[in-house]
């Protein structure tokens, strides 16, 4: 899974966001760091329903413009919770050879 359907999922997973408000939730989460452009995130949403792991909660008219929101599915959570497992794995491992590098170099860093 890449870092972009990561956190767009991140966003959908603590309630039904417009894309909007996934762009800011995003930005908000890491700091600035990644910033969603509408051309990516609404390609990436239209993937993420076709695929089954978000699907859309409800429509409003907000100024004349159509607002829609969008909420994980089952299928998303359970593919979220599986990437940050291996994420986590992953963490896990770095932290255990960088513990290890500084045991084996005497807290030395090169």
């Known amino acids: 899974m890449n870092e972009p359907t990561f956190l767009i999922l991140t966003a959908l997973a603590g309630e039904p966001m417009h894309g909007y408000a996934v762009t ?8 600035g760091r990644v910033r969603l452009r509408a051309g990516t995130l609404y390609a990436a949403l239209d993937r993420l ?19 829609r929101y969008y909420r994980l599915t089952g299928a998303g959570e359970r593919s979220l919770e599986a990437e940050t497992a291996r994420l986590r794995a992953q ?8 513990r290890a590098r500084r045991t084996d170099f005497g807290g030395a860093t090169a």
């Not at 800011?24 to 700091?31: A, K, L, R, S, Y």
């Not at 329903?49 to 159509?66: F, K, N, P, T, Y």
Request: proline letters at 0%; hydrophobic letters at 35%; glycine letters at 12%.
């Open 91 to 98: 963490a896990t491992l770095a932290e255990g050879r960088l």
């Open 49 to 67: 329903r076709g695929e089954g792991l978000i699907e859309v909660d409800r429509e409003e008219v907000v100024q004349s413009r159509l607002r």
């Open 24 to 31: 800011e939730d995003v930005e908000h989460m890491t700091g």
